[in-house]
């Protein structure tokens, strides 16, 4: 007895000790301010917020809102071009590029260029990213500055700690919407670099870091995005982007950094050349954030005439894997370029072909992704059956789609039905002809259905069945994919005809009906199989749902009348209607 009392006091003070502990965990990790007190300032103010919370962890002192513009007017109004503004407060740095010229796999030219970029970062002296380095490097400079501007009798800022450090600045967070470098904006630069240069010259913009070397190279026909080498947000798989990525941390250049200094740093150039010889009517390229970061955004519909980048890639490609048991697909690369804004919708890694590698085996450089999965996997972002599979759950596709399984269960893949339509061995790849309803036997497939099997309460439904297969018809047409995959009318019957290829067939090349499968009232011998009322209404309403029809919405009656209205509660009191 004694022994247990001992074990029940020990297991109360555990439980104590634990809810100690968790208690203090949730004040020390909980925000230090409310969200809902948080003021977020998302359209652009050329306001930056300075706090470096990675250094300084929990901060003495509120942040500092620091305005920007308010800074570079200041510095224009003692005679500085806007161009000029930038030098004042942020340092230069020498960067050297190793050009590449091939042709047919062989050195045609190399040679080392030298460009002046300048570093977005403050302070403008380099200085140890510690907590008391930074500091003083942002008092020496800021202060400092305030302190000369006195001194000449000029406008100057504040020299005291709560001028800067104002309480009421510590709830404000500042969130500007992100630049999307969209194909129109790719073709725009492509275009007003080359009437400048002369030439199509992607080096201005695009480079990659060789390991080897140790220096920044750039090779025409190797041109990737920024985002592979400078998103340092995600995972990288590959072990030479993983390495490539590691030297981008140490250098501290994410994103957002090195965007600043490549766009700026042209910006700049360009704005400093065009004072010499600035044309009528030419813009100058914009230095302020509001200009990039507007919060305005295309969709593929605003695209689709404008060009995708060009680094020669084919307009066709026959995808065929050495030692595959499967025939190749031949697969049009430029239809597919223009259902996206960036490559990386599917060169997810570099901007490689995915073979390169993915392998039938699986291999480092693919994450240890075979090339089946890189291909096939039915729920990723980046595969073939998983970018299809995220266009059926489209509310025009999603009608039928979303009561048919995107994989076979058993076997964890795609359906193998739809095997050949792809894997065809052909190097071409022909649309079929539209789908047509013309020479359906309207004996067969009637134009109207009284749907009479369950009729009790409610009079027959009248289900307008030519009606709903124009419409799906038209649907099917209107999209590649779908006509591609479509191929047969049949296909589409399948979509409330489930069991078209069962022995449920009524007769040969005939749909069956509903009830052929589903009894009218519910089997305890197969518990699985829905009754037909609920068939009909999870085929019915669901297919509303998933399409986002506003009509018929849930009411019973839109479907089918009853027959004897069912009394109101206020008729049952005797108020009129």
Not at 51 to 77: M, S, Y
Not at 383 to 389: E, F
Request: hydrophobic share 30%; aromatic share 6%; charged share 35%.
């Amino acid at each position: 007895m004694k022994r247990e009392t001992i074990i029940l006091i020990l297991l109360g003070f555990l439980v104590y000790l634990i809810l100690i502990v968790y208690g203090i965990k949730q004040v020390y990790t909980a925000p230090a301010i409310p969200p809902a007190k948080e003021i977020v300032i998302t359209e652009p103010q050329d306001k930056i917020a300075i706090a470096h919370t990675e250094i300084f962890g929990t901060l003495e002192r509120p942040q500092v809102i620091f305005d920007h513009k308010k800074h570079v007017e200041a510095i224009k109004k003692e005679g500085k071009k806007e161009w000029e503004t930038c030098s004042i407060c942020h340092r230069q740095k020498k960067e050297e590029l190793v050009r590449i010229k091939k042709e047919d796999e062989l050195i045609k030219e190399k040679k080392i260029e030298t460009r002046d970029v300048l570093v977005f970062v403050f302070p403008k002296k380099e200085v140890k990213l510690d907590k008391e380095a930074l500091k003083k490097a942002y008092h020496d400079e800021c202060i400092g500055c305030h302190k000369e501007k006195m001194k000449e009798k000029k406008k100057a800022g504040p020299i005291t700690c709560g001028d800067c450090h104002v309480k009421e600045k510590e709830i404000v967070k500042i969130k500007y919407p992100l630049v999307e470098f969209d194909p129109k904006f790719h073709n725009d630069h492509e275009i007003k670099l080359k009437e400048r240069t002369g030439e199509k010259d992607c080096g201005l913009c695009h480079h990659t870091y060789d390991l080897k070397e140790k220096k920044l190279i750039y090779q025409n026909g190797t041109e990737e995005s920024c985002y592979y080498c400078h998103d340092l947000s995600k995972k990288k798989r590959g072990p030479e982007l993983s390495q490539i990525v590691k030297v981008t941390k140490e250098k501290g250049l994410p994103y957002q950094k090195t965007a600043h200094e490549r766009c700026l740093s042209c910006h700049i150039k360009i704005n400093k050349e065009m004072e010499v010889s600035k044309k009528e009517g030419e813009k100058v390229p914009p230095l302020e954030c509001g200009k990039c970061h507007t919060g305005k955004y295309r969709s593929i519909e605003d695209l689709k005439n404008v060009p995708r980048p060009d680094r020669g890639q084919k307009e066709i490609v026959f995808i065929n894997v050495e030692n595959s048991k499967m025939k190749g697909v031949g697969f049009n690369h430029k239809n597919h370029e223009y259902y996206h804004k960036t490559c990386r919708e599917c060169h997810h890694e570099r901007l490689k072909a995915c073979k390169d590698c993915h392998k039938l085996e699986g291999i480092a450089d693919g994450g240890w992704v075979n090339i089946v999965d890189a291909y096939h996997a039915t729920f990723s972002n980046h595969s073939c059956a998983g970018c299809h599979n995220k266009k059926k759950l489209e509310k025009d596709c999603a009608g039928c789609h979303k009561f048919i399984p995107l994989m076979d269960v058993r076997a964890k893949e795609p359906k193998k039905e739809v095997c050949d339509r792809c894997h065809t061995g052909k190097k071409e790849v022909t649309l079929p002809p539209p789908l047509s309803t013309a020479g359906l036997d309207p004996k067969v497939v009637k134009k109207d259905i009284k749907i009479k099997v369950l009729e009790k309460e409610f009079e027959p439904a009248d289900f307008p069945h030519r009606k709903i297969i124009d419409k799906l018809v038209s649907i099917s047409n209107n999209s590649k994919l779908a006509r591609y995959f479509h191929n047969d009318l049949r296909i589409l019957c399948e979509g409330c005809h489930h069991q078209r290829k069962s022995p449920a067939e009524a007769k040969k090349d005939t749909p069956p009906s509903c009830q052929n499968c589903h009894p009218k009232y519910f089997n305890p011998v197969n518990p699985n199989k829905m009754k037909l009322q609920s068939a009909y209404h999870v085929q019915c309403i669901g297919c509303h749902d998933n399409m986002k029809l506003e009509k018929p919405t849930h009411r019973c009656t839109d479907c089918h009348k009853e027959k004897i209205p069912r009394p109101l509660p206020t008729d049952i009191l005797g108020i009129k209607r």
